[in-house]
Protein backbone atom coordinates (compact mmCIF):
# COMPACT_ATOMS: atom_id res chain seq x y z
CA UNK A 1 0.00 0.00 0.00
CA UNK A 2 1.06 3.46 -1.11
CA UNK A 3 0.29 6.89 -0.81
CA UNK A 4 2.80 9.46 -2.04
CA UNK A 5 1.97 12.81 -2.17
CA UNK A 6 3.13 15.72 -4.57
CA UNK A 7 3.26 19.75 -5.58
CA UNK A 8 4.37 21.03 -2.67
CA UNK A 9 6.37 23.77 -2.21
CA UNK A 10 7.24 27.64 -1.35
CA UNK A 11 4.50 29.94 -2.62
CA UNK A 12 3.70 33.81 -1.87
CA UNK A 13 0.59 34.82 -0.04
CA UNK A 14 -2.42 34.95 -2.22
CA UNK A 15 -1.02 32.65 -4.65
CA UNK A 16 -2.14 28.80 -5.35
CA UNK A 17 -1.02 25.29 -5.28
CA UNK A 18 -2.69 21.96 -6.54
CA UNK A 19 -1.63 18.82 -4.20
CA UNK A 20 -2.06 15.27 -5.82
CA UNK A 21 -1.63 12.00 -4.06
CA UNK A 22 -1.41 9.09 -6.05
CA UNK A 23 -2.88 5.33 -4.20
CA UNK A 24 -1.80 2.05 -5.17
CA UNK A 25 -1.75 -1.26 -3.39
CA UNK A 26 -5.38 -1.59 -2.29
CA UNK A 27 -9.21 -0.60 -4.24
CA UNK A 28 -8.81 2.62 -4.38
CA UNK A 29 -12.14 3.34 -5.14
CA UNK A 30 -13.66 2.08 -2.08
CA UNK A 31 -11.88 4.45 0.08
CA UNK A 32 -13.14 8.03 1.69
CA UNK A 33 -9.91 10.12 0.82
CA UNK A 34 -8.59 13.00 3.17
CA UNK A 35 -5.84 15.66 3.51
CA UNK A 36 -4.82 16.52 6.72
CA UNK A 37 -1.89 19.00 8.26
CA UNK A 38 0.06 19.56 10.42
CA UNK A 39 1.97 22.67 11.54
CA UNK A 40 5.09 23.06 13.66
CA UNK A 41 4.25 22.96 17.50
CA UNK A 42 0.44 21.72 16.53
CA UNK A 43 -1.72 18.48 16.13
CA UNK A 44 -2.69 17.15 12.90
CA UNK A 45 -5.76 18.62 11.53
CA UNK A 46 -8.29 17.68 9.00
CA UNK A 47 -8.20 19.75 6.48
CA UNK A 48 -10.78 17.98 3.55
CA UNK A 49 -12.86 14.62 3.24
CA UNK A 50 -14.39 13.55 -0.12
CA UNK A 51 -16.50 10.22 -0.32
CA UNK A 52 -15.18 7.56 -1.79
CA UNK A 53 -17.48 8.14 -5.03
CA UNK A 54 -16.65 12.06 -4.43
CA UNK A 55 -20.23 12.88 -4.30
CA UNK A 56 -19.75 14.34 -0.97
CA UNK A 57 -16.92 16.81 0.41
CA UNK A 58 -16.43 19.13 3.56
CA UNK A 59 -13.51 21.34 4.67
CA UNK A 60 -12.34 22.89 7.36
CA UNK A 61 -13.73 26.42 8.60
CA UNK A 62 -10.33 27.28 8.29
CA UNK A 63 -10.20 26.66 4.35
CA UNK A 64 -13.42 26.70 3.11
CA UNK A 65 -13.97 28.85 -0.25
CA UNK A 66 -10.32 28.53 -0.80
CA UNK A 67 -9.48 24.67 -1.16
CA UNK A 68 -11.15 22.40 -3.08
CA UNK A 69 -10.79 18.61 -2.96
CA UNK A 70 -11.32 16.26 -5.47
CA UNK A 71 -10.37 12.75 -6.61
CA UNK A 72 -10.13 10.43 -9.84
CA UNK A 73 -10.92 7.22 -9.31
CA UNK A 74 -9.59 5.70 -12.57
CA UNK A 75 -6.20 7.46 -12.14
CA UNK A 76 -6.65 6.53 -8.45
CA UNK A 77 -5.39 9.99 -7.33
CA UNK A 78 -6.98 12.80 -5.33
CA UNK A 79 -5.96 16.32 -5.61
CA UNK A 80 -6.46 19.36 -2.82
CA UNK A 81 -6.34 22.69 -5.11
CA UNK A 82 -5.39 25.54 -2.70
CA UNK A 83 -6.21 29.18 -3.07
CA UNK A 84 -5.67 32.77 -1.95
CA UNK A 85 -2.90 30.68 0.34
CA UNK A 86 -2.03 32.41 3.59
CA UNK A 87 1.22 32.18 5.70
CA UNK A 88 -1.19 30.94 8.38
CA UNK A 89 -1.54 27.69 5.55
CA UNK A 90 2.18 26.38 6.10
CA UNK A 91 2.45 23.02 7.31
CA UNK A 92 2.94 19.34 6.32
CA UNK A 93 -0.23 18.03 4.00
CA UNK A 94 -1.04 14.46 4.79
CA UNK A 95 -3.49 12.38 2.76
CA UNK A 96 -5.28 9.70 4.01
CA UNK A 97 -7.16 6.71 2.92
CA UNK A 98 -10.26 5.36 4.96
CA UNK A 99 -12.17 2.16 4.41
CA UNK A 100 -13.86 0.18 7.48
CA UNK A 101 -10.58 -0.31 9.71
CA UNK A 102 -8.08 0.26 6.97
CA UNK A 103 -6.36 3.57 7.59
CA UNK A 104 -3.40 4.39 5.19
CA UNK A 105 -1.26 7.85 5.17
CA UNK A 106 1.52 9.23 3.14
CA UNK A 107 4.50 10.43 3.70
CA UNK A 108 3.45 14.05 3.59
CA UNK A 109 4.37 17.36 1.30
CA UNK A 110 5.61 20.47 2.93
CA UNK A 111 4.11 23.54 1.73
CA UNK A 112 5.34 27.11 3.14
CA UNK A 113 3.43 30.46 2.59
CA UNK A 114 5.75 33.18 2.80
CA UNK A 115 6.93 36.47 0.70
Known amino acids: VQLVESGGGLVQPGGSLRLSCAAS????????MNWYRQAPGKERELVAF????????DYADSVKGRFTISRDNAKKTVYLQMNSLKPEDTAVYYC?????????WGQGTQVTVSS
Open 25 to 32: GFTFSRYA
Open 96 to 104: NAVWLTANY
Open 50 to 57: ISSSGGTT
